[in-house]
């Protein structure tokens, strides 16, 4: 009787599973249902391309959370080029996310461009957390890259962010750094850690945002989408 209630319960756990999962898709579809009336209203009524480009990301996003990554990459693509042209860095970077997520050909390469803007504008924290957190999955365990991502993230939280947003983001991102030691090198203890940060040389931004550069260098390889040396031109002194 026992083992029935127990085979009971897990099958209504899986149903519901199931069932909370079949109402979220379907609120998914619908939404984006919603997002592509209004993008064609846009479209009708003449909508400058930064409106447009804000359409096409939305679509991206809502099609990337139904699992349909190749719908979303030439929407996402169109409004990356958009954003960069109009200057705003933030929503490009916010596309690098997105089409990374889409597991494309060239997402990782969109990853790495992503990360680049994160670290050369002073974008939303939390994006560019989250962009350097993707190398951190991305990365083998043995890989000094994975180290280089999560300091560089708990650097920027740390400079970047203010308030209850910054203790939060230090917290993750410390967590984050902590669980790369660990993996990495079998970090347990303060002391271990101290040292392997020195080992690495983690505590000196103008060298590990160097290693971070060359990062970004092995994700992209030649697939970049915009001219660096054009936009590090136009940054204030």
Known sequence: MKAYDITSRLTDTAADSVARQGA????????????????????RVG??????????????????????????????????DTFISEEQFESAADCCEVLFRAEQPQSIAALGQGIWL???????????????NH????????????AVAATT??????????GTQREN????????LSNVARRHSEVESQEAFDLWRDRLELREPEK????????????????WWFDRDALQARLPE
């Open 135 to 146: 190398v951190v999955d991305e990365t083998p365990d043995d890989a000094d890259g994975a």
């Open 118 to 132: 994160a670290v050369t504008y002073p974008i939303d924290v939390e994006l560019a957390v989250e962009l350097l």
């Open 47 to 80: 909508a400058d391309e930064r409106r447009l480009a804000d359409a096409k990301l939305k679509m991206a996003r809502a099609l990337v959370g139904l699992e349909r990554g190749e719908q979303a990459w030439p929407l996402g693509r169109e409004a990356f």
């Open 169 to 176: 983001l230090v917290f993750f991102a410390s967590q984050i």
């Open 153 to 162: 993230a708990l650097f920027l939280a740390d400079v970047r962010a203010q």
């Open 208 to 223: 590990f945002l160097v290693r971070l550069r060359n990062v970004v260098d092995v994700l992209v390889q030649d697939g």
């Open 24 to 43: 979220e898709e379907a609120a998914l579809e619908s939404h984006l249902l919603a997002l592509q009336e209004d993008y064609e209203t846009l479209k």
